[in-house]
């Protein structure tokens, strides 16, 4: 069974660019959220995929966008980047999102710097 | 809404003493509860999980953590440290209702001394 994987490990980019980060789901999982975490904090929930649509959003603003793909992998996309999207953005899939006790398995992440 | 609040930053103990890292939580309804770890460098790592199955919850690398209503907290404890055991560690509770997502607190980095 392959876990959660995310591509680039590391990345850096300059104020105003854009960036997409990748993340294929554990195998046979259909949901993957997106959470950023800003150094010496805790994760916070950016948004949430299930079968190909949006489920759900936290407090981020319109330039960080996703899509989910028909093999359930994922995509985080953030435009007109600022200093503050530093962070380690993490991806987690899990089975079905209905459920709260429904166990999220998270990926290594990405370490995204903006200079 | 749900919320966890995690006491203690940075937690400082001698390898073979008790580990405790607090956590508690703000719920209206019986909440989700999870710890993990998270080593440098690295994603996050399930140590242990609350259902309501049981109020006392055992984990991975001798963890455990009890749920406790009255005092709505669910603190992680080992009963001796060892120096692999530093890292981050998280509390997070998973929301009930509309999008379930997990609520994360703000982390305990443990630190052990030889």
């Known amino acids: 069974e392959t876990g959660v994987t995310q591509s680039p490990t590391h990345l850096i980019k300059t104020r105003g660019q854009q960036v997409t980060l990748r993340c294929s789901s554990q195998s046979g999982h259909n949901t993957v959220s997106w959470y950023q975490q800003a150094l010496g904090q805790g994760p916070q929930f950016i948004f949430q995929?299930?079968?190909?649509?949006?489920?759900g959003r936290g407090n981020f603003p319109p330039r960080f966008s996703g899509l989910q793909f028909p093999n359930y992998s994922s995509e985080l996309n953030v435009n007109a980047l600022e200093l503050d999207d530093s962070a380690l953005y993490l991806c987690a899939s899990s089975l079905d999102p209905r459920t709260e006790h429904n166990e999220q398995f998270f990926g290594p992440g990405t370490r995204l710097t903006v200079l | 809404a749900q919320s966890v609040t995690q006491l203690g930053s940075h937690v400082s103990v001698s390898e073979g003493a008790l580990v405790l890292l607090r956590c508690n939580y703000s719920s209206s309804v019986p909440p989700y509860l999870f710890w993990y770890v998270q080593y440098p460098n690295q994603g996050l790592q399930l140590l242990l999980k609350?259902?309501?199955?049981?109020?006392l919850v055992k984990g991975i690398n001798g963890f455990e953590a009890e749920f406790k209503k009255s005092e709505t907290s669910f603190h992680l404890t080992k009963p001796s440290a060892h120096m692999s055991d530093a890292a981050e560690y998280f509390c997070?509770?998973?929301?009930?209702?509309?999008?379930?997502?997990?609520?994360f607190g703000t982390g305990t980095r443990l630190k052990v001394l030889a």
């Open positions: 609350y259902t309501s199955a049981a109020t």
């Open positions: 995929y299930y079968r190909e649509e949006e489920n």
């Open positions: 997070a509770v998973s929301t009930t209702s509309g999008t379930y997502k997990y609520i």
